[in-house]
């Protein structure tokens, strides 16, 4: 009914950029929050940042400063730019959406499949 779709992860050497988008898609009635997080080789999955339906944001004190999350409300998009990038960064990046469909007046949590950012010279 809901999918959640990352893309724009790849390689890129420390110190690069890259934008991360997350599009829901289905029978969405309303998105609350939307969120990054990352999960890197045998460590747990962490929170990178959340952004609400009014646009308040929240990071990791790790990525503060360096990455802005924003969201298109109208697209149910959500974006991660990701700028002065560092080894550390390296992960899984997962989007995440809490939100309505219409066939429920419940909020419910949806996880996207993932996308492989390498920060790597």
């Known amino acids: 009914q809901v999918q959640l779709v990352e893309s724009g992860g790849g390689l890129v050497q420390p110190g690069g950029s890259l934008r991360l988008s997350c599009a829901a898609s289905g029978s969405i009635f309303f998105i609350s929050t939307m969120g990054w997080y990352r999960q890197a080789p045998g460590k747990e999955r962490e929170l990178v940042a959340t952004?609400?339906?009014?646009?308040?944001?929240n990071y990791a004190d790790s990525v503060k400063g360096r990455f802005t999350i924003s969201r298109d409300n109208a697209k149910n998009t959500a974006y991660l730019q990701m700028n002065s990038l560092k080894p550390e960064d390296t992960a899984v990046y997962y989007c995440?959406?809490?939100?309505?469909?219409?066939?429920?007046?419940?909020?419910?949590?949806?996880w996207g499949q993932g996308t492989q950012v390498t920060v790597s010279s």
């Open positions: 995440n959406a809490d939100l309505r469909t219409r066939f429920s007046e419940r909020l419910s949590s949806y």
């Open positions: 952004i609400t339906f009014s646009s308040s944001t």
